[in-house]
């Protein structure tokens, strides 16, 4: 039987135009990927190309090596060690917290660290900086370096890094000067000084290294070595050299910093140092007690032991007591005291005044040291024996309309900064009447100004603040002539072989117009406290071959032990340096002070010292 019968369906229009859309789609589609496949292998291929082959190089950051710093002999301070570090860069750390917790693990182990306190550090320097790249382990050794390069698909966002770690030789001197050097932080990008500056590089964060670090610090270099696809290290591909930092010569002289750390570690434990040339404000040795090693801050430090550097029951070992310092300066401020009356006209060199060993003022008596009585002086024996009441005297003749004292004192160089360069200066405090009566109006004190305050601040006592290198620059000004001098710390900008790139030129003096006459009573007046008898300071440098002016202070703490300071001129009489020391709880400046100040001159001017220098002399 023949199906003739049987008729196919037909197609129809609609069904037509669908079949028509359909392939229509599916041909553009295979067009598209067609084009798409042509562009990338014919038109970008190239370009991949080399993204795959960056895909199979790793760079290693190579952080220059910081200039070395030199004392004024080429003697090395500070200088560099190559390291290797582990670091982590946030971006490339896992998103999911799990597999980012298996990372530190396994970093952890490979480091023999607590993964519990790796994370806890690592995340907590992540909260706070986010783009940091947090240094989990210096000093590694390659071996480990290697492991972590050649499984990096174990370790994603664990870098290695070779870094050059500072080496402070020293230890403890010098420490305050040379300061020490951090990871940057983000304020310190946004400031011009760190152009340059990536998060992660090392940086001057105190001292002499924050001071100069534009010229310290060096310019980074990179390793670029190739992984292959399971990121195993195969070859080292290229280096880019690092830069290193410039040379940087101080005024500074090694030996008499150690020898003046050395004296004043003798004393109490808390006190400070400047010895400068009286004629260019070159600084030879700055030192405070007590100090401490700059190494620790080449490795992370731990909260606990920064805070122990800040501890008021440790000393505050990062204060830098020569510069920060606030205190009373018992009679070393009687030089400014003469200064002021004689260039004011309230004294001449041979105006005599009695010295009955008390002054009375209304109801209050102002006694002498020891309750002395010195009779009728002139001001050469008044600075010889310290006499107070003396000036006590020209205190109460100074406290008058334009406070001469004050005036003289700010022109010395008291309460204001010396200028010198090093971050981080205070400039004390020089008492006025109308600081006072401001203070007493905001309640911050008990009484507005009187006479009394004068008296006080005519002997360096009351509420005046003060510290070594202000009373080394005031007795420079009177050593020199009337030059201000601006203390400095940098001598010139050199290369690693020391040729002289840059020269750091002495900023200029402030000028002051004084008698010769007064200067020299002045000088002479030191002189015999140092050399004559009855010299408050005359036993402490008795057979010492160099003639030196210098003058002793006992500065009085309510409820704490005297405070003890010596300011020394010499050779006498052109002197060249000037020494300013001081002991926080050191007694009488005989006793303490002077000779501490005897062991920095003996090494200064090159005498050989026997035996242990004894204290003594009137009391002051």
């Known amino acids: 039987m023949y199906l003739d019968n049987e008729r196919r369906p037909t197609l129809t229009p609609q069904l037509a135009f669908r079949v028509a859309v359909i392939g229509g789609v599916a041909l553009v589609m295979f067009g598209l990927i067609f084009f798409r496949l042509w562009y990338l292998q014919v038109l970008s291929g190239d370009k991949y190309l080399a993204e795959a082959s960056d895909n199979r190089v790793r760079e290693i950051k190579v952080q220059a090596p910081r200039g070395e710093i030199v004392d004024r002999h080429g003697q090395e301070l500070v200088d560099n060690r190559s390291s290797l570090s582990i670091k982590l860069t946030p971006d490339k750390l896992p998103e ?52 972590v390069l050649e499984r990096s698909r174990d370790f994603p966002g664990v870098e290695p890094e070779s870094e050059f770690l500072r080496e402070y030789s020293h230890g403890s001197v010098g420490a305050h000067l040379f300061g020490y050097v951090g990871e940057v932080n983000e304020k310190q990008l946004e400031d011009q000084r760190y152009n340059g500056v990536e998060l992660g590089d090392r940086v001057g964060q105190a001292g002499i290294e924050a001071e100069y670090d534009r010229f310290l610090r060096g310019r980074n270099g990179a390793a670029r070595v190739e992984v292959d696809a399971l990121g195993n290290l195969t070859k080292t591909l290229k280096r880019v050299d690092t830069q290193q930092g410039s040379q940087l010569r101080l005024s500074l002289d090694l030996d008499v910093q150690e020898a003046a750390q050395q004296a004043l570690a003798g004393g109490t434990g808390r006190g400070a140092f400047a010895v400068m040339d009286v004629n260019n404000g070159e600084v030879l040795a700055l030192g405070s007690q007590p100090s401490f090693d700059p190494t620790i801050f080449t490795k992370p430090l731990l909260q606990k032991r920064l805070d122990a550097l800040s501890s008021d029951d440790l000393g505050k070992p990062l204060f830098n007591r020569a510069i920060q310092g606030g205190y009373p300066t018992g009679s070393t401020f009687k030089l400014i005291t003469a200064t002021a009356a004689l260039e004011s006209g309230h004294l001449t060199p041979e105006t005599v005044l009695n010295d009955p060993g008390v002054l009375r003022v209304g109801t ?86 009187s006479v009394g305050d004068n008296i006080n601040l005519s002997v360096g006592q009351g509420d005046l603040l003060s510290n070594p290198l202000q009373m080394a620059v005031a007795y420079a000004a009177i050593a020199n002539g009337g030059r201000v001098l601006r203390p400095r710390l940098g001598l010139r900008i050199e290369d690693a072989s020391g040729r002289a790139l840059q020269q750091l030129d002495a900023p200029t003096a402030r000028r002051l117009k004084l008698s010769k006459t007064n200067r020299d ?77 005897r062991r920095i001159l003996a090494e200064l001017l090159d005498v050989k010292e026997t035996g242990l220098v004894q204290g003594g002399g009137a009391p002051d």
């Not at 298996?102 to 783009?131: I, M, Q, S």
């Open 521 to 597: 009573a002045i000088l002479e007046g030191l002189y015999g406290a140092a050399n004559e008898p009855g010299g408050t300071s005359t036993p402490v440098f008795e057979g010492f071959p160099i003639p030196i002016a210098g003058k002793t202070g006992t500065a009085e703490h309510v409820g704490k032990p005297d405070q003890s300071w010596y300011v020394a001129l010499a050779p006498y009489p052109d002197p060249k340096y000037v020494v300013a020391v001081t002991d926080e709880a050191g007694g009488f400046g005989a006793d303490t002070a002077a000779p501490m100040a």
């Open 364 to 449: 209050q008596e102002f006694k002498n040291a020891g309750n002395a009585v010195h009779g009728a002086l002139a001001l050469r024996q008044a600075l010889t024996v310290s006499s107070d009441v003396f000036f006590y005297q020209l205190g109460q003749y100074m406290d008058e309309k334009g406070m001469p004292l004050q005036k003289w004192g700010h022109r010395l160089g008291i309460g204001r900064k010396t200028g010198i360069d090093l971050p981080a200066e205070e400039p004390g405090r020089l008492p006025t009447p109308r600081w006072r009566d401001r203070w007493y109006k905001q309640g911050l004190t008990d009484r507005p100004w």
């Open 96 to 147: 999911d917290l799990g597999e980012r917790e298996e990372v530190y693990g396994r970093l952890a182990k490979l480091l023999n660290l607590n993964p519990r306190r790796l994370e806890k550090r690592v995340e907590g320097e992540l909260k706070k900086l986010p783009f940091a790249k947090p240094t989990v382990k210096q000093d590694v050794r390659w071996e480990l370096v290697a492991y």
